[in-house]
């Protein structure tokens, strides 16, 4: 069985994010220019870009960046004011996932961090239903 797109290209754009701050971190990069590297990367005009696929979707819970905050002016952008996974427990919830309903129902089954309420995840979770 193949894996949907739309979930495989979630988890690139999360682990892109992820080794590339951390290398520029060590590289001597300013927190600024982390900043900055980080919110070019992580489709934070999602799905106003040019390819929907890559989305946010994996990366918005981890990261501690709510981009509706910063595109809510212009009424686009997603909220997701949820944080505190990390990419190998992400990973662990993507065995035998093929879809995105399939990470839907094992996000909201699984251990969620303390500060991530069921609700809050699956609100989150049904921002990408209207595209997939």
Same mark, same amino acid.
């Given at each position: 069985?193949?894996?949907?797109?739309?979930?495989?290209?979630?988890?690139?754009?999360?682990?892109?994010?992820?080794?590339?701050?951390?290398?520029?971190?060590?590289?001597?990069?300013?927190?600024?220019?982390?900043?900055?590297?980080?919110?070019?990367?992580?489709?934070?005009?999602w799905p106003n870009n040019d390819d929907s696929q890559?989305?946010? #979707?994996?990366?918005? =819970?981890? %990261?501690? $960046?709510?981009?509706?905050?910063?595109?809510? @002016?212009?009424?686009?952008?997603?909220?997701?004011n949820i944080e505190g996974y990390s990419l190998p427990? #992400?990973?662990?919830? =993507?065995? %035998?996932? $093929?879809?995105?309903?399939?990470?839907?129902? @094992?996000?909201?089954?699984?251990?969620?961090?303390?500060?991530?309420?069921?609700?809050?995840?699956?609100?989150?979770?049904?921002?990408?239903?209207? $595209?997939?």
């Amino acid at each position: 069985m193949f894996v949907d797109d739309n979930v495989t290209d979630a988890w690139a754009v999360a682990v892109a994010w992820k080794l590339c701050s951390e290398k520029y971190k060590r590289l001597g990069a300013t927190d600024k220019q982390i900043k900055e590297f980080e919110a070019f990367i992580a489709y934070q005009d999602w799905p106003n870009n040019d390819d929907s696929q890559y989305s946010p #979707l994996l990366l918005d =819970l981890i %990261d501690d $960046y709510n981009q509706y905050s910063k595109d809510k @002016k212009q009424g686009n952008g997603l909220f997701d004011n949820i944080e505190g996974y990390s990419l190998p427990t #992400l990973q662990k919830y =993507l065995m %035998d996932v $093929y879809t995105f309903k399939g990470l839907k129902n @094992k996000l909201l089954s699984s251990p969620r961090p303390a500060n991530v309420s069921y609700d809050e995840l699956k609100t989150y979770l049904s921002n990408y239903e209207k $595209y997939w």
